[in-house]
């Protein structure tokens, strides 16, 4: 976790995969998921960055990922005022 007098970053960052580079702009929207991705090993339906996506959105904040190798890294940015 990052902090400064106007906001505070939340780091998440996880060690699978990653997503296609092609896909990043978009892994976050309601209409675009992995869906097809998923399977029984894997888990999760692909819409957890899109429900935080829309959490943040509503605390003026802001939500960007990026591919680190291995895995995924995402960061939310949040007003503190």
Do not use: C
Not at 63 to 78: H, K
């Amino acid at each position: 976790m990052r902090r400064t007098d106007a906001s505070v970053a939340i780091l998440v960052r996880d060690y699978g995969p990653g997503v296609p580079e092609g896909s990043l702009a978009r892994i976050s929207s309601l209409s675009f998921g992995l869906i097809d991705a998923r399977s029984d090993q894997t888990g999760g339906m692909g819409l957890g960055l899109a429900i935080a996506r829309r959490a943040v959105s509503v605390h003026q904040g802001s939500i960007g990922a990026e591919n680190v190798q291995p895995g995924l890294r995402v960061e939310i940015v949040l007003p503190t005022a």
